[in-house]
């Protein structure tokens, strides 16, 4: 079973991108990556999934190289309200969280 | 459309009680799954449901049971409380189920404190 590796914190200010890169050396062939973003007291929210090369939202962009043994997550232009925990996650027949990044932005 | 909803929002049990949580998922979403969440665990798959019957389940003791019913909804229950089983319970549904390419939508999940 894939696990994910990200770090457990970061810092930002107001109007800096952020990358926040997760590694998953054993994932599978068929395995999703997928970020989820989680407030205090919330549940966790989807904000982008992939499976190879790039994908955007209106949120976030997901990077993925070939080997597929890691992606960043890319936070454009992040606000005081991007502050949250963020959880990569790497789908088999079950939703394993990690321990997720607590990102923290300030003004 | 309407998110998914979990009731109670709070509760506060003591220790050898049992208690039932609910959950109902967004209209249409017919798998449904239940998380734990503890700040020393962190995020923990409990078990899945889809079409009534459990699919998936987690490492979690017997104590902990789920059940859905014809129209998607679900239930949690938690026999015989102990202190560590105080947490934030998640509940999250989707469309299809726990596949790389669907996701999933969580609700606000229910507080249990077990004093």
């Known amino acids: 079973l894939a696990k994910t590796t990200q770090p457990i914190s970061m810092d930002s200010y107001e109007g800096q991108e952020v990358n926040i890169t997760c590694s998953h050396n054993n994932i599978a062939t068929n395995d999703y990556i997928t970020w989820y973003q989680q407030f205090p007291s919330q549940g966790p929210r989807f904000i982008i999934q992939?499976?190879?090369t790039k994908v955007t939202n209106e949120v976030a962009s997901l990077f993925i190289p070939a080997d597929r043994k890691s992606s960043t997550l890319s936070l454009p232009r992040v606000s005081l309200s991007d502050t949250a925990v963020y959880y990569c996650?790497?789908?088999?027949?079950?939703?394993?969280f990690g321990t997720g990044t607590r990102l923290q932005v300030f003004p | 459309k309407a998110g998914v909803t979990q009731t109670p929002r709070y509760l506060i049990k003591t220790r050898g009680q049992q208690v039932t949580l609910s959950c109902s998922p967004i209209s249409g979403h017919r798998s449904v799954s239940w998380y734990q969440q503890t700040p020393g665990q962190g995020l923990q798959f409990l078990f899945e449901?889809?079409?009534?019957?459990?699919?998936n389940k987690g490492n979690f003791p017997g104590r902990f049971s789920g059940r859905q019913f014809s129209n998607s909804r679900s239930e949690m229950n938690v026999s015989t409380l102990e202190l560590g089983d105080s947490a934030l319970y998640l509940c999250?549904?989707?469309?299809?189920?726990?596949?790389?390419?669907?996701?999933?939508?969580f609700g606000p999940g229910t507080r249990l404190t077990v004093t």
């Open positions: 999250a549904s989707s469309l299809v189920g726990t596949s790389g390419r669907y996701e999933q939508y």
């Open positions: 992939g499976y190879k």
């Open positions: 996650l790497v789908y088999t027949d079950k939703l394993i």
């Open positions: 449901y889809f079409s009534e019957t459990q699919r």
